[in-house]
């Protein structure tokens, strides 16, 4: 990885949308251009808030419709699922 963050990064942890942002200064990019991979409803709260487009996996114990009700833009079974299937997501 070239960067990472973690919760000693920010004052708020998520759903609060400030490790998105810290992840986003590290990297030097731009919420239009990122897509977040979470597997709780917090993760894409805390990405929406940023204005960072997610895409879930179902790792976290949540259900799909858990996830599609806060907002992921896809939900797949897990990151090698996502990973066969990327040029099939919604955000392609």
């Given at each position: 990885a070239d960067a990472w963050t973690t919760s000693a990064d920010v004052q708020a942890t998520k759903p609060a949308p400030d490790?998105?942002?810290?992840?986003?200064?590290r990297v030097g990019g731009s919420a239009h251009d990122?897509?977040?991979i979470g597997d709780t409803p917090w993760d894409v709260h805390a990405?929406?808030?940023?204005?960072?487009?997610?895409?879930a996996v179902l790792t976290g114990g949540f259900a799909i419709e858990e996830l599609e009700e806060s907002g992921a833009a896809g939900v797949f079974e897990s990151v090698a699922d996502l990973r066969l299937r990327l040029d099939d997501t919604p955000l392609r």
């Open positions: 490790l998105v942002h810290a992840a986003l200064d990122a897509v977040m990405a929406r808030e940023a204005g960072v487009s997610t895409l």
